[in-house]
């Protein structure tokens, strides 16, 4: 006879945390979001972590190199969307990592003998004002000038006014060498009173800009996520059925952490996927799996030798799995009992394997109430494509501004290996849909202004970090009528856009 499993299956909407006691110490500065990204053996630390709980989803619509950089400055890491070809997926990682923290790579090259015209429309293009000057116009080309918005006056010149003719010349550049050291440029900028230093190779070759407004911006990312050469850390999504090209190319550009991306992930094809990374790579090649939404799924993919799991079947924003195929649980219960058998994982083994809370996540709160149920750390599809940094496009749509997101399951981004379920099948019906979302701007406002509720709350909870509220919180089921009570309620409300970002 089938398994039923008497409890109902429970969202984060359905639960609210309660206070414990807070003491003088326990202020939001005090608190650490620092959390565990991959496997380590008790006594040891993870070989990667992230500084703040947050990883963006592997979609098409979320996680590119932009998003990628913006997410690693403030602590957390995407993961490279794997529906695209293998050398696509690999030029976006490897371009992540080609953005050493501080150190820009030139999007806007031109020929001397291109005009003022050509400058002004790639201005438009890429909003960049700095251009490189090289020999051919190309990126590969000899470095011969610069130009900045201070070489022409738009209102006095002639705009088939060759670059030749009001660029910087290379003579006249102050520049840094390839090997200079952040710290290094930084002081070359200030004795000079440049606003950027291009850094170039023995053949003149333009590695990347360093700009005066970076290096203040990378103070003010305490928490930026960075490898030991100081480039950003970048994740990327693999499938069960191409990894044994896939994986090598993108370890070759760089990737610092995989993750199979699957709807399902209790099957044989992520086993086989793992044991090939682990007979290819050993333990250096880091891998996450999933998605799962019990115990057992937990334990065999760790058993597998997954460095992180995922859990979560049906929650996502754009997800239609449920109504598609029945099978799921709600995120809530999934993440707890996966979280009851990672630590019991963790006390016959000695090994404490990370677990991610994937999809669903609709307040700010639901972050924190993910972590309190046991997630070490959450993804995010539709939270991030609402940023600027995010791949997808922005439209106005009735006179609003918003963003395209589309499910990997979507008949948009046809995914299929994502629905894996081996032979030669190929997705036959859709599991996501093709959505908008609000615009909400940049990155680093919304995450902060997320993060400081997730402290408040924590602090509010007693705890200090994230092993204090996974131990330590206390959870109430609500009842629908506690929900009512939970907003605003028998007034009229004025002003509806308290918080508009969240929305
Ligand atoms: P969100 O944060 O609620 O928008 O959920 C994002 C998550 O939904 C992703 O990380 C995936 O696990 C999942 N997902 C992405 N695309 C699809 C889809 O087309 N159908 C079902 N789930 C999807």
């Known amino acids: ?9 429970r969202t984060f909407s359905e639960y609210l945390l309660i206070p414990g006691y807070t003491s003088e110490n326990c202020v939001p500065e005090n608190v650490s979001l620092k959390t565990p990204l991959v496997k380590f053996k008790k006594g040891e630390e993870p070989a990667l972590s992230l500084n703040i709980p947050m990883v963006s989803a592997i979609m098409q619509s979320v996680s590119g190199p932009d998003l990628a950089c913006a997410l690693a400055r403030e602590g957390g890491v995407s993961f490279i ?36 015209a050509d400058v002004l429309a790639l201005k438009e293009k890429t909003g960049h004002a700095t251009m490189a000057v090289t020999e051919n116009g190309q990126e590969d080309g000899k470095l011969v000038g610069i130009v900045t918005s201070r070489d022409y006056r738009v209102s006095r010149m002639d705009r088939s006014t060759k670059v030749k003719e009001f660029m910087t010349p290379y003579e006249k550049l102050i520049v840094g060498k390839a090997d200079i050291s952040l710290s290094e ?29 970076d290096y203040e911006s990378h103070k003010d990312h305490p928490l930026e996520l960075l490898d030991n050469q100081k480039r950003y850390i970048v994740g990327a999504g693999i499938n069960t059925r191409d990894y044994e090209k896939r994986v090598p190319a993108l ?50 993919l760790a058993d597998a030798g997954a460095d992180f799991i995922k859990i979560g079947i049906g929650g996502g924003s754009i997800c239609i799995t449920r ?59 539709r939270y991030f494509a609402r940023f600027k940094e995010a791949p997808n496009k922005l439209v106005s749509v009735n006179g609003n501004y918003m963003k395209e997101y589309w499910g990997e399951g979507s008949a948009r981004a046809r995914n299929w290996q994502r629905y894996d379920v081996g032979g030669d099948a190929k ?17 680093k406002e919304n995450v902060s202004l997320t993060l400081s509720k997730v402290r408040h709350t924590m602090c509010n909870c007693g705890c200090l970090s994230i092993p204090e509220l996974q131990k330590n919180a206390k959870v109430t089921l609500v009842s629908s009528t506690s929900i009512v009570e939970g907003g605003a309620h028998d007034v009229v409300v004025r002003d509806q856009n308290f918080d508009a970002r969240e929305k």
């Not at 440029?185 to 407004?213: C, G, M, S, T, Y």
């Not at 959505?435 to 940049?442: D, H, L, N, T």
Request: charged share 20%; proline share 3%.
């Open 185 to 213: 440029a930084n002081d070359i900028i200030w004795e000079h009173k440049l606003n950027q230093l291009p850094i170039v190779d023995e053949d003149q070759h333009l590695v990347a800009f360093v700009f005066r407004k």
């Open 81 to 116: 969307f794997g529906s695209q070809s293998i050398a696509s997926q690999a030029k976006m990682v490897a371009k992540v990592k080609q953005t050493k923290a501080g150190f820009v790579p030139s999007d806007s090259n031109i020929s001397p003998e291109n005009t003022l």
């Open 427 to 443: 997705m036959s019906f859709v599991e996501g849909v093709d959505s908008y979302v609000p615009y909400a701007g940049s990155l």
């Open 1 to 9: 006879m089938a398994i039923i499993l008497k409890e109902p299956s």
């Open 323 to 381: 109504e598609q195929k029945g099978i799921g649980r709600g995120q809530a219960t999934a993440t707890l009992d996966v979280a009851k058998a990672r630590d019991e994982y963790y006390k016959e083994t000695g090994v404490y394997v990370p677990i991610c809370s994937d999809g669903g996540i609709v307040h700010d709160y639901h972050i924190t109430l993910a972590l309190a149920f046991g997630a070490d750390f959450v993804m995010l599809g």
């Open 251 to 300: 370890i070759e550009a760089g990737a610092d952490v995989l993750c199979i991306d699957s709807s399902e992930g209790y099957s044989c094809w992520q086993a086989n996927t793992i044991k090939w990374i682990r007979d290819n790579y050993g333990d250096s090649v880091k891998v996450g799996a999933g998605n799962v939404v019990d115990g057992d799924g937990f334990r065999f």
